[in-house]
């Protein structure tokens, strides 16, 4: 399935919500014999009427214009609720893009789009959608409603935070993941894109991500990085200064000195996150900024058929 080239159709207009239909009809079309029953009524097949059956999911439209019942068979009220959490720190605002570079090739541009190609999901099978974005504090939080004007709402946050200045904000993550916990009341999916960039201790961090799955929520962690720089640490071997984005300390070295030992530790890091994920029952996604969003739709979609 081919979504780059959905997006680079309509990238041009920069309108999240176009972006993120787009997406999500470019995965659609690619679908064909679907595995997600109950993935969409927008998206239904039909099937002729047969006696006996329940008229729950006569398509009356249908009827009217062809005088034949039929069914949608992969309508279904599912009234799932979930919970999209966005971490907004200033490493999230890397890698700096050129000017002919779309803004998903960017950490937090991708979260964004990521998190609308979602709630497009969401909205067509009339599910609640809340949302929550932290950095140094806790910049917003929307619980889970289903309306339209919600739906409009949340879009035209995600999209203040692809028009927000950069400036130095640290990561507490450990502290918000415990105050989103507490406001989740009803049994939820959360999802939470982030790049796991942060002082805390890794510990008191797990605590916090296993506080998010309290009442049998179910927490699914996208670990955005930048996989060419950040994983692979591929830079020419020119002198380079290195800047935190949150602390801005800095940092002068060549970067072959360093590449086989920063590899090794990446590696490492990645492959404990996993592990730890795994052992509290968090499903752990890592992802590429400019890749496809397939992962994510398809995760979305499986983790959903396990949940409700």
Request: proline share 2%; with cysteine.
């Amino acid at each position: 399935m081919k979504i780059e080239s959905e997006i680079e159709k309509v990238s041009s207009f920069q309108h999240l919500e176009m972006l993120a239909n787009q997406v999500v009809e470019g995965f659609i079309s690619g679908m064909h014999k679907s595995p997600f029953h109950g993935f969409s009524a927008e998206f239904a097949e039909h099937k002729v009427y047969n006696a006996g059956e329940s008229t729950k999911h006569i398509d009356w439209k249908l009827f009217a214009k062809t005088d034949r019942l039929y069914t949608k068979r992969f309508e279904e009220e599912t009234n799932l609720r979930c919970h999209i959490i966005v971490d907004n720190s200033s490493s999230m605002h890397y890698p700096e893009l050129k000017s002919n570079q779309p803004f998903y090739e960017k950490k937090i541009g991708f979260s964004v789009l990521a998190s609308a190609v979602l709630m497009n999901i969401l909205k067509k099978q009339r599910d609640a959608v809340g949302l929550s974005v932290f950095s140094d504090h806790y910049e917003y939080y929307a619980p889970e409603k289903g309306s339209d004007r919600h739906h409009r709402m949340l879009l035209n946050k995600l999209e203040q935070l692809l028009e927000q200045p950069k400036v130095k904000k640290n990561t507490n993550t450990i502290t918000y993941l415990h105050q989103i916990a507490e406001k989740m009341h009803r049994r939820s999916m959360i999802i939470l894109f982030t790049d796991m960039l942060q002082s805390e201790d890794d510990e008191k961090l797990f605590n916090a991500l296993q506080h998010l799955k309290h009442n049998k929520h179910k927490v699914v962690l996208f670990h955005v990085v930048d996989y060419k720089t950040e994983l692979k640490f591929d830079f020419d071997n020119t002198p380079r200064k290195f800047i935190d984005l949150e602390s801005g300390e800095e940092v002068s070295i060549f970067a072959d000195n360093v590449k086989e030992e920063y590899e090794k530790r990446a590696e490492e890091y990645f492959k404990n996150l996993s592990l730890t994920c795994a052992k509290n029952q968090i499903k752990y996604v890592p992802v590429n900024v400019g890749d496809s969003f397939e992962k994510i739709l398809t995760t979305y979609l499986v983790e959903k058929q396990n949940f409700v």
